[in-house]
């Protein structure tokens, strides 16, 4: 058995994440009878591998629960994880192309504030560079 100091050593994360791992129910440690420590065994070790390993591919904790609730029911999570993976795909393709557009608003910018002086705020005005663009506006 080991405590939170050497299973954190062990896999490679600070003690707080194994504390953390446990108060959300991802790792389930024993207790000591004595002191109350909590307690990890060598299959702790290969899950929290597994989390980490999963949050690399992009997996929230929730999701890792998920996985991990099917796994325990004796299901195969395959199906569960490749759909969330297909999911985060789709969603980072999105985000790309929004962050794309954004690069490209922001270097139209700055071609177009090339062209102008700098000026001080008046009453009408705080930037007039931002002001007076023909950057399309952000509708929030």
């Given at each position: 058995?080991?405590?939170?100091?050497?299973?954190?050593?062990q896999?490679?994360?600070?003690?707080h994440?194994?504390?953390?791992y446990?108060?959300?129910?991802l790792?389930?440690?024993?207790?000591h009878?004595?002191?109350g420590?909590?307690?990890?065994?060598?299959?702790?070790?290969?899950?929290?591998?597994?989390i980490?390993?999963?949050?690399?591919l992009?997996?929230?904790?929730?999701?890792?629960?998920?996985?991990l609730?099917?796994?325990?029911?004796?299901?195969s999570?395959?199906?569960?994880v490749?759909d969330?993976l297909?999911?985060?795909?789709?969603e980072?393709?999105?985000?790309l192309?929004?962050?794309?557009q954004?690069?490209n608003?922001m270097?139209?910018?700055l071609?177009?504030?090339?062209?102008?002086?700098?000026?001080?705020?008046?009453?009408?005005?705080?930037?007039?560079?931002?002001?007076s663009?023909?950057?399309?506006?952000?509708?929030?």
């Amino acid at each position: 058995m080991m405590t939170v100091s050497e299973l954190s050593r062990q896999g490679r994360v600070a003690p707080h994440v194994v504390r953390y791992y446990s108060r959300i129910g991802l790792l389930s440690p024993a207790r000591h009878p004595d002191n109350g420590y909590k307690l990890f065994s060598r299959s702790d070790i290969s899950r929290l591998s597994f989390i980490r390993q999963a949050q690399s591919l992009g997996c929230t904790l929730e999701e890792i629960a998920q996985i991990l609730d099917t796994s325990a029911q004796g299901k195969s999570p395959c199906r569960r994880v490749r759909d969330i993976l297909q999911r985060h795909v789709e969603e980072n393709r999105q985000k790309l192309e929004e962050l794309l557009q954004l690069q490209n608003r922001m270097e139209d910018a700055l071609r177009q504030w090339d062209k102008m002086p700098d000026r001080v705020p008046d009453r009408e005005s705080i930037c007039h560079l931002i002001e007076s663009t023909g950057i399309r506006r952000y509708d929030a």
